[in-house]
């Protein structure tokens, strides 16, 4: 009925976030390692704000989803209510039953799958870094 608003909710807290982090952070983190050869590698971290705006982007575009779902199959319509179980009490209710409990199960899916995605990068940016840093105790 009206479990996407849980997802657009918490969208719309980390899409400030992510600007409030994106004003913070001035330039990404980089870690420069000098080779023997005289060259040098760059490897630069992916800032947290570019982080947040994927769990955006997963929020947004599933919550988008959801809304034409619901359009869809009549639960959302133009007219004011614009959800059609807040007309009726008992509808209502259940609508918020369903948001408590199914909305904010989706919620945290997507933060979990998210926080996932973060444990993976951070994995990719440690091995990159360590390969530098082998390559530079080869050559010197």
């Not at 657009?8 to 409030?20: D, F, S």
């Not at 997963?58 to 869809?72: I, T």
């Not at 609508?95 to 994995?123: D, I, K, P, Q, Y």
Request: overall charge negative.
């Amino acid at each position: 009925m009206a479990c996407f608003l849980v997802s657009a909710a918490e969208a719309a807290i980390v899409t400030v976030a992510a600007k409030v982090m994106e004003k913070k952070e001035k330039e990404p983190a980089k870690v420069e390692f000098h080779l023997s050869d005289g060259t040098t590698e760059t490897a630069t971290k992916i800032p947290f704000s570019r982080k947040l705006k994927w769990l955006r982007n997963l929020l947004w575009g599933g919550s988008v989803l959801l809304a034409f779902e619901h359009v869809w199959h009549g639960e959302v319509v133009p007219w004011f209510p614009f959800l059609t179980a807040a007309g009726d009490p008992a509808d209502f209710a259940e609508m918020l039953h369903e948001m408590a409990t199914v909305g904010v199960t989706m919620a945290l899916l997507v933060t979990a799958v998210w926080v996932c995605m973060l444990v993976v990068s951070a994995l990719i940016e440690k091995r990159a870094q360590k390969a530098i840093h082998t390559e530079v105790s080869a050559e010197g």
